[in-house]
């Protein structure tokens, strides 16, 4: 029997795979990061930097379940995420280290990946709390988790270092099992009108705020 909160899990979409990530990955995620801002908001630290050996080596060792993001369309490599500070005990995960191909950001693939995320969190481990942090300067990603329903709790102030040698205040944000059932409608809706053939965004053009992922 799978041990779902030890293991990380396979996640199978209309649009997007997530599966537990490999060192094999490394290229395919050195393409997908295809944007030099992707990493602007994460912590400082070997992670924030673009995909390489060293880091995705990194992520595997440090305890994380670490889900790389195939399209499903293309079996292209398409970005990242994980689960984290994972307590069975107290029915609680955080989800973050993720990021996305800049072709990826506004479409099906990116509600359909945060649509597979909680709902292993919440229909599978039976958790009752998913927890995402975010930089407070990192506006578009800070709307697109209060868009899917996600509570701003609080800040934590001077938290983290930032590549530029700043520091950082993190934002919580969470969703619990009580909440879960209004926000997987939201997100079922939004892959339904993202998968309506919509335009892509043209460079320069403002995306949905919607369309970051769950970034640190």
């Known amino acids: 029997m799978t041990d779902h909160w030890s293991e990380a899990p396979t996640l199978h979409g209309e649009f997007v795979l997530l599966r537990p990530t490999t060192i094999a990955d490394v290229d395919g995620l050195a393409r997908a990061h295809d944007d030099p801002e992707t990493l602007r908001y994460f912590p400082y630290g070997i ?68 649509l597979l995320v909680l709902e292993h969190v919440f229909d599978t481990l039976g958790a009752r709390r998913a927890e995402l942090n975010v930089d407070d300067e990192n506006v578009r990603s800070r709307a697109a988790v209060a868009a899917i329903g996600a509570t701003e709790e609080g800040a934590l102030r001077r938290h983290a270092r930032r ?54």
């Open 47 to 114: 992670e924030s930097e673009p995909p390489s050996v060293a880091s995705v080596d990194h992520a595997l060792r440090s305890g994380r379940q670490t889900l790389t993001q195939v399209d499903a369309a293309t079996g292209e490599i398409v970005g990242t995420t994980s689960i984290y500070n994972m307590s069975e005990l107290h029915g609680r995960v955080t989800v973050g280290y993720t990021w996305l191909a800049s072709r990826v950001r506004g479409t099906a693939i990116n509600a359909e990946s945060k």
């Open 163 to 216: 590549r530029d040698g700043t520091v950082r205040t993190t934002i919580v944000y969470s969703v619990t099992d009580e909440e879960w059932p209004g926000v997987r409608a939201g997100l079922l809706a939004r892959i339904s009108r993202r998968s309506a053939n919509r335009p892509a965004v043209r460079p320069g053009q403002a995306a949905d705020p919607a369309a970051a992922g769950f970034v640190r």
